[in-house]
T-cell receptor
Framework: ETGVTQSPTHLIKTRGQQVTLRCSSQSGHNTVSWYQQALGQGPQFIFQYYREEENGRGNFPPRFSGLQFPNYSSELNVNALELDDSALYLC?????????????FGPGTRLTVL | DQQVKQNSPSLSVQEGRISILNCDYTNSMFDYFLWYKKYPAEGPTFLISISSIKDKNEDGRFTVFLNKSAKHLSLHIVPSQPGDSAVYFCAASAANQAGTALIFGKGTTLSVSS
């Protein structure tokens, strides 16, 4: 069984640029969630995708957008990068059921904005 | 306003002893709770979960206790091992919200000495 994978591992961008992060979900999972983890904080929910549609969104501006593809992989796009966007971006996959299903995380992408 | 709080930033225990990590929450709609462990440069790893219909769940050395009236949960690790040294995150979700967003605490760093 393949776990959640993310690419790239590290990324350095400058303020104002755009970035795309990628995630492949765990085998059998059809839901992908994205989180931002700043230094010294817990992960913060950005949004979730289920069957290629956004299925919930946290308190993040519209310049954070996403996609989910038919194979359940996903992208996180961030436009007009700001210095505060520097963080670890985590992708998690799950398979919805009766209870809020356990989410399994990938290793993350470390984004640095200069 | 933090909905999930881990008030102890760090905890040190000796190998073989019990580790108790605590978590408090404020949102009475939360009905599913999880603990994750995180090593540096890795994504969070799922440890154990509990639904609100239970007050205890065990998995090997790990036991989670839930006190709904106090809005408090704890993770017990017995016996503690040096490999348990990591950051532990408590997370919660509400099944009736759009998208199963996990709300995380800030984490507790556990150090187990041999």
């Amino acid at each position: 069984e393949t776990g959640v994978t993310q690419s790239p591992t590290h990324l350095i961008k400058t303020r104002g640029q755009q970035v795309t992060l990628r995630c492949s979900s765990q085998s059998g999972h059809n839901t992908v969630s994205w989180y931002q983890q700043a230094l010294g904080q817990g992960p913060q929910f950005i949004f979730q995708y289920y069957r290629e549609e956004e299925n919930g969104r946290g308190n993040f501006p519209p310049r954070f957008s996403g996609l989910q593809f038919p194979n359940y992989s996903s992208e996180l796009n961030v436009n007009a990068l700001e210095l505060d966007d520097s963080a670890l971006y985590l992708c998690a996959s799950s398979s919805p059921g009766k209870w809020a299903d356990t989410q399994y995380f990938g290793p993350g992408t470390r984004l640095t904005v200069l | 306003d933090q909905q999930v709080k881990q008030n102890s930033p760090s905890l040190s225990v000796q190998e073989g002893r019990i580790s108790i990590l605590n978590c408090d929450y404020t949102n009475s709609m939360f009905d599913y709770f999880l603990w994750y462990k995180k090593y540096p440069a890795e994504g969070p790893t799922f440890l154990i979960s509990i639904s609100s219909i239970k007050d205890k769940n065990e998995d090997g050395r790990f036991t989670v206790f839930l006190n709904k009236s106090a809005k408090h949960l704890s993770l017990h690790i017995v016996p503690s091992q040096p490999g348990d040294s990591a950051v532990y995150f408590c997370a919660a979700s509400a099944a009736n919200q759009a998208g199963t967003a996990l709300i995380f605490g800030k984490g507790t760093t556990l150090s187990v000495s041999s």
